[in-house]
């Protein structure tokens, strides 16, 4: 993750600021997130990052879908997390989200999504550093997310924050839906043996 360079003197984004940067031309290509006023670029996800996402989509998104739960995103939709008075705006990128049909936005937006999850899903990349990551995990739990899965593919273990904690699950654990996704069950093994 490279941030772009900027005058100190400039003034942080907003999130209609950020809007306006990420449609021009030079961003078409590029994956950006708005990060307490300042643009991230961030790199493309390797295969084993998009081999885990995509079955996660299927596990997870299939049984939302089964259960008609409400809405789930994927590949780094945009989630407006902060608003803040002095311009430091956080949209934040996520690989895997999910907003209950209570309060899933409609008709949907072609913008991001100004709702906090009710569950988000991070799959941990090379380019991911621990201080970001743990900056994103307290972003999303600040904004009222109340639950953030971290997938360590390297570890093989899936790390879950609430605002109560973070509890670690390893293969031969089973990751349960609780309130968010009720009687979901996954094992953890399942997630790695794609």
Known sequence: MALLTRSPADTRLSVEDFLEIANRPEYADCRVE?????????????????????HLIIKVGGYIHQHRLGRIYSGDAGFVLERNPDGRDTVRGL???FISRAK?????????????PDLAIEIMSPSNTVGDTNLKIDQLLRAGCPQVWIVHPD?????????????VYREGDMLSGGDIL???ELAVSDIFSV
């Open 34 to 54: 708005l990060v307490e006023g300042e643009i991230v670029t961030m790199s493309t996800v390797r295969s084993v990052h998009a081999e885990i996402e995509a």
């Open 95 to 97: 690989d895997i989200a």
């Open 104 to 116: 899933a936005p409609e008709p949907l937006p072609n913008t991001w999504v100004e709702v906090a």
């Open 155 to 167: 570890l093989r273990r899936v790390d879950v924050h609430s605002l109560a904690g973070m509890r």
């Open 182 to 184: 009720p009687g979901f």
